[in-house]
């Protein structure tokens, strides 16, 4: 099976910068995915790593190491719509079978003005 | 067209009860899948088809049949569900199953089983 781990809630003011960590433990890694999901919609794609490194996409970066099993999604300039819960996905492909993404359980994060 | 359609939003059916959850897309995506989503709990991954066959079974009950008719569509048959199996199924499509394979969505069929 897969182990994710993520806080299951965070909270932050407008304007300020929030880091969010996954930790995991799986077999066949092939990449680690950020998703946003707010209340009641579907999950959204906000970023994709395979290789180490940090990958930048406006407000919002991902990083990955994949010796540590470790990500972090770090948002820039909160804004309130940014409230929302952060779900961290990983890609588990184990010989031919290939397609499973596992997701943590989310952090909810809350942004006060 | 970037979406991926769900029907019905919400169901509420019976344990002896036949429905059936659907799911279109029209990006040309090879890759469909199904998840299951209860309250505060992370979508777990039930079905996965490439090229309209089955790819991957996640040991879900018999009593859950998918189907994939063309690349287009995805159906979920229900029969005999449960109380527990009340929760939001989503479908998602992407290009393949390839490594960068990013999952687009659909808005979720809410389930009540009573």
């Known amino acids: 099976g897969q182990n994710i781990d993520q806080p299951t809630e965070m909270t932050a003011t407008e304007g300020a910068i929030v880091q969010i960590n996954c930790t995991y433990q799986?077999?066949?890694?092939?990449?680690l995915f950020w998703y946003q999901q707010h209340a009641g919609e579907a999950p959204t794609f906000l970023s994709y790593?395979?290789?180490?490194g940090l990958e930048e996409k406006g407000r919002f970066s991902s990083f990955l190491s994949r010796s540590k099993g470790y990500s972090y999604l770090l948002l820039k300039e909160l804004q309130m719509k940014d409230s929302a819960s952060y779900l961290c996905?990983?890609?588990?492909?184990?010989?031919?079978?290939?397609?499973?993404?596992?997701f943590g359980r989310g952090t909810q994060l809350t942004v006060w003005p | 067209d970037t979406e991926v359609t769900q029907t019905p939003k919400h169901l509420v059916m019976g344990m002896t009860n036949k429905k059936s959850l659907k799911c279109e897309q029209h990006?040309?995506?090879?890759?469909m899948y199904w998840y299951k989503q209860k309250a505060k709990k992370p979508p777990e991954l039930m079905f996965v088809?490439?090229?309209?066959?089955?790819?991957i079974n996640e040991s879900v009950p018999s009593r859950f049949s998918p189907e994939c008719p063309n690349s287009s569509l995805l159906n979920l048959h229900l029969h005999a569900l449960q109380p527990e199996d009340s929760a939001l199924y989503l479908c998602?499509?992407?290009?393949?199953?390839?490594?960068?394979?990013?999952?687009?969505f659909g808005a979720g069929s809410r389930l009540t089983v009573l």
């Open positions: 998602a499509s992407s290009q393949d199953l390839s490594g960068a394979n990013v999952l687009t």
């Open positions: 799986t077999s066949g890694f092939n990449g």
């Open positions: 790593n395979v290789l180490d």
């Open positions: 996905a990983v890609r588990s492909d184990r010989g031919s079978t290939l397609g499973r993404l596992y």
């Open positions: 990006m040309g995506h090879r890759a």
């Open positions: 088809y490439s090229y309209e066959k089955l790819s």
